[in-house]
């Protein structure tokens, strides 16, 4: 008895394919001829190699009808007295079963049994079909659910990566207990059991230990490190912190590390200050001498603070600061402060207004959907302690001007517009102050050698702004007291000798931004000091079987005067070969302004020895505190009102936990 099926259906790949003939097809999405022979193999493989993502978009399409089609066949005998047997392939496209009569009396006996349902399917079936999956055994099963018990190796994983998840994505212990992410995981691993939050606290300490003693031996074999600190208030706790970080480099890339945030529970003096800071080097294992720098703002207590716990000379006034009060300073001239208010006004007005803003978001709309991937333009609110915001305010206002103009006409109660003068006026300053935020942006970062950029930076900021041309009056004042402000608080950045031996050494700029020449020949002398200085440390002192030698020596009268020649000899030597090596260094082409600085004198370490040392050494001081500032920004996003009772031990625990790199956690 036989039994023919209804027809097969069509396979869900040939949605990418049209026909050609027979034997040929066309991709629709690459216009690729491919040979399909009567079946859809080629197709199939045409799509997984080529178009990836189509694949699996019909790859669970796929498996699903296929899984469904052959339990189907299987498990509604034809006939209660036959099995199902493989199919025979007919013209029409349709499937015939024919049937296998019991087990005979010689099959019984030892004669080989026919296959088996899964084993025909898995053997004859089209290639379209994918077979059925066999049952897992139960080792395997067994061995699944030991993996998810308490010390199973994957539940360590899933622990693993939700304490990771905590520490980086600035999570509260609480989401352990929250309904979604507990379906979300009963989802995912079922057999996993969620940790409570006290147990989530013990491992987060765990972690931090062993991660820690890790960073410190790091640190305690770094001979060059700078640190930055600051000093933030937490507004919901009125509770102030001092905020640390070390930077570093190894080979040609820049390290940053988190060391945390301290409680400050006294009065903020120098004193204070500096004997916490001296404190967490002690509890990190860094040798004083070992701190090339320490990058703060200008405030009176912590330069003093650094003065005493390392000293005058190890301390650098953060640039990023320093551009912030040139910004201020333009400020002095009224007219402008009087505009910069009137577009504060305006802004708040539109922050503070929902009908407002309706209609603005509804103008931009349009040419915001003109321009693909073209995030939503909004009015941009500026903060006293940010001055590059008031910078943004403006540039935005000036965009959006026509629209500000129509919406401020329609509502009687709305702050005044600008004039044409004074939107005159905003445009001529923009250009004066666009130098100020491009090196603002510019010296901001921690990846990148930023020390050495400072001098130069600070030669063609003022370079642009003095050739400016500017024609409003007001703006001309802007201009005047922008380029007073950068003289009165940049004027000697020359002299500063950390900077000024980073610019020499660094292959980018070497002496070429020097206004000042004494500046620049000072710095020179320095680096010939450094050299000499590291040429006797690594000089081996006279051995005692030399001194024995000299003592059975016949007395001489002129062994001083031997001695004497000796060292001039030696001096002279030795000044020679340092001042070849620097002046050929010098005399080198310079380096282009895109490349890394550290990458460069890799090459040159073994033509420059006693140079590489050097510039290895200032090069990676960074040139801000701004990553200070960033960790004070973390730590908004971390102490919050629903985790107002968070501790600041914790909290320093969390905030170094998401500073290190994902390879260290996994130890």
Same mark, same amino acid.
């Given at each position: 008895?036989s039994?023919i099926?209804?027809?097969?259906?069509?396979?869900s790949?040939w949605?990418?394919?049209n026909k050609?003939?027979?034997k040929?097809?066309?991709c629709?999405?690459?216009?690729k001829?491919?040979? $399909?022979? @009567?079946?859809?193999?080629? %197709?199939?493989? +045409?799509i997984r190699?080529?178009?990836?993502?189509?694949y699996?978009?019909?790859?669970?399409?796929q498996t699903?009808f296929?899984a469904?089609?052959t339990t189907d066949e299987i498990s509604n005998?034809l006939?209660l007295d036959?099995?199902v047997?493989? &199919?025979?392939?007919m013209?029409?496209g349709?499937?015939?079963?024919q049937?296998?009569?019991s087990?005979? @009396?010689?099959?019984?006996s030892?004669? #080989?049994?026919p296959?088996?349902?899964?084993e025909?399917?898995?053997?004859?079936?089209?290639?379209?079909v994918? #077979? *059925?999956?066999r049952?897992?055994?139960?080792?395997a099963?067994?061995?699944?659910?030991?993996?998810? $018990?308490?010390s199973g190796?994957k539940?360590?994983k899933?622990?693993?990566c939700l %304490?990771f998840m905590?520490?980086?994505?600035?999570?509260?212990?609480s989401?352990?207990?929250?309904?979604?992410?507990?379906?979300l995981?009963k989802?995912v691993?079922?057999q996993?059991?969620l #940790?409570?939050?006290?147990?989530?606290r013990r491992?987060l300490?765990?972690?931090?230990e062993?991660?820690?003693e890790?960073?410190?031996?790091?640190?305690s074999?770094i001979e060059?490190?700078?640190?930055?600190t600051d000093?933030?208030?937490?507004? *919901?706790n009125m509770?102030?912190f001092?905020?640390?970080?070390a +930077?570093?480099?190894i080979?040609?890339?820049l390290?940053?590390?988190?060391? @945390?945030? &301290?409680e400050l529970?006294e009065r903020?003096?120098?004193d204070?200050?500096?004997e916490?800071?001296l404190?967490v080097?002690?509890?990190?294992k860094?040798?004083?001498?070992?701190?090339?720098?320490?990058?703060?703002?200008?405030a009176?207590?912590?330069?003093?603070a650094?003065?005493?716990?390392?000293?005058?000379?190890?301390?650098?006034?953060c640039?990023a600061?320093?551009?912030?009060?040139v910004?201020e300073?333009?400020?002095?001239?009224?007219?402008w402060?009087?505009i910069?208010?009137?577009v504060?006004?305006?802004?708040?007005w539109?922050?503070q $207004?929902?009908?407002a803003?309706?209609e *603005?978001?509804?103008?931009?709309?349009?040419?915001?959907e003109s321009?693909?991937g073209?995030?939503?333009v909004?009015?941009?609110?500026?903060?006293?302690?940010?001055?590059?915001s008031t910078?943004y305010?403006?540039?935005?206002f000036?965009? %959006?001007?026509?629209v500000?103009?129509?919406?401020?006409?329609?509502?009687?109660?709305?702050?005044?517009m %600008?004039?044409?003068?004074e939107?005159?006026?905003v445009?001529?300053?923009?250009?004066?102050l666009r130098?100020l935020?491009a090196?603002?942006?510019?010296?901001s970062?921690d990846k990148?050698?930023t020390?050495?950029?400072?001098?130069?930076?600070v030669r063609?900021?003022?370079?642009?702004?003095?050739s400016?041309?500017?024609e409003d009056?007001?703006?001309?004042?802007?201009?005047?007291l922008?380029i007073?402000?950068?003289n009165?608080?940049?004027?000697?950045?020359?002299?500063v000798n950390?900077?000024a031996?980073?610019?020499i050494?660094d292959?980018?700029?070497k002496?070429? +931004?020097?206004?000042d020449?004494?500046?620049c $020949?000072?710095?020179?002398?320095k680096?010939?000091d450094l050299?000499?200085?590291?040429?006797h440390s690594n000089?081996e002192p006279?051995?005692?079987?030399?001194?024995s030698?000299k003592n059975?020596e016949?007395?001489?009268?002129?062994t001083?005067h031997?001695k004497?020649?000796?060292?001039?000899?030696?001096?002279?030597?030795s000044?020679d070969?340092?001042?070849d090596?620097?002046?050929v260094?010098?005399?080198?082409p310079?380096g282009?302004?895109k490349?890394?600085?550290?990458?460069?004198w890799?090459?040159?370490?073994?033509?420059? #020895?006693?140079l590489y040392?050097?510039?290895?050494?200032?090069?990676?001081?960074?040139?801000?505190s701004?990553?200070?500032?960033?960790l004070?920004?973390?730590? @908004?996003l971390?102490m919050?009102?629903q985790?107002?009772r968070?501790?600041?031990?914790r909290l320093?625990?969390?905030?170094?936990l998401?500073?290190i790199d994902?390879?260290y956690?996994?130890?």
């Open positions: 008895m039994v099926m209804g027809p097969k259906k069509k396979s790949v949605q990418f394919f050609i003939d027979d040929k097809t066309k629709k999405l690459c216009q001829e491919i040979k $399909s022979a @009567g079946n859809t193999t080629n %197709l199939i493989g +045409h190699n080529v178009h990836k993502a189509a699996l978009e019909i790859q669970p399409k699903t296929n469904v089609t005998p006939d036959t099995k047997t493989p &199919y025979n392939k013209d029409d349709v499937l015939q079963f049937p296998v009569p087990c005979s @009396g010689s099959q019984r030892g004669a #080989p049994l296959k088996t349902v899964n025909t399917i898995d053997s004859d079936l089209d290639e379209n994918t #077979p *059925l999956k049952q897992r055994t139960i080792q099963a067994f061995k699944d659910i030991s993996s998810y $018990s308490e190796a539940t360590r899933l622990n693993n %304490l905590i520490c980086k994505d600035h999570q509260p212990f989401i352990v207990e929250n309904e979604g992410f507990k379906t995981m989802t691993a079922p996993y059991k #940790p409570s939050r006290t147990t989530l491992w300490d765990d972690k931090y062993v991660i820690s890790t960073i410190k031996k790091m640190l074999s060059d490190i700078t640190l930055t000093i933030w208030s937490d507004t *919901l509770k102030s001092l905020g640390i970080t +930077h570093f480099g080979d040609i890339e390290y940053s590390v988190t060391l @945390g945030v &301290y529970d903020h003096t120098s204070y200050l500096s916490i800071l404190k080097c002690q509890d990190w860094i040798d004083q001498e070992n701190v090339t720098a320490v990058v703060t703002d200008n009176a207590n912590i330069v003093k650094i003065e005493l716990a390392f000293g005058r000379r190890k301390h650098i006034p640039f600061h320093t551009l912030n009060l910004a300073g333009t400020m002095i001239c009224i007219e402060r009087n910069v208010s009137k504060k006004s305006i802004v708040t539109f922050k $207004s929902c009908i803003s309706d *603005l978001r509804k103008a931009t709309a349009a040419a915001t321009s693909a073209a995030a939503e909004k009015l941009i609110q500026s903060v006293d302690t940010r001055w590059n910078y305010m403006l540039q935005r000036l965009e %959006l001007r026509s500000i103009n129509d919406i401020l006409f329609r509502h009687p109660r709305a702050p005044a %600008l004039s044409a003068s939107i005159s006026t445009s001529s300053v923009i250009m004066v130098p935020e090196a603002t942006k510019e010296i970062g990148y050698c020390s050495s950029k400072i001098i130069p930076l063609c900021m003022l370079s642009k702004i003095t400016a041309v500017i009056p007001v703006a001309k004042e802007v201009q005047k922008a007073n402000e950068i009165k608080r940049m004027g000697s950045i020359e002299h950390a900077l031996i980073a610019s050494l292959p980018r700029f002496r070429m +931004h020097f206004n020449p004494i500046a $020949s000072n710095a020179v002398t680096i010939k050299m000499k200085k590291n040429l000089e006279e051995s005692d079987s030399d001194k030698d059975e016949a007395f001489s009268l002129w001083d031997h004497l020649v000796h060292r001039n000899w030696k001096i002279n030597k000044e070969v340092l001042s090596e620097l002046s260094y010098l005399r080198t310079v282009r302004l490349e890394n600085p550290l990458e460069i890799r090459d040159y370490k073994i033509q420059f #020895p006693k040392k050097i510039a290895f050494k200032y090069l990676t001081i960074v040139g801000t701004v990553p200070s500032e960033r004070f920004s973390q730590a @908004g971390v919050t009102e985790r107002n968070l501790k600041g031990k320093s625990k969390l905030l170094f998401h500073s994902k390879k956690w996994n130890m």
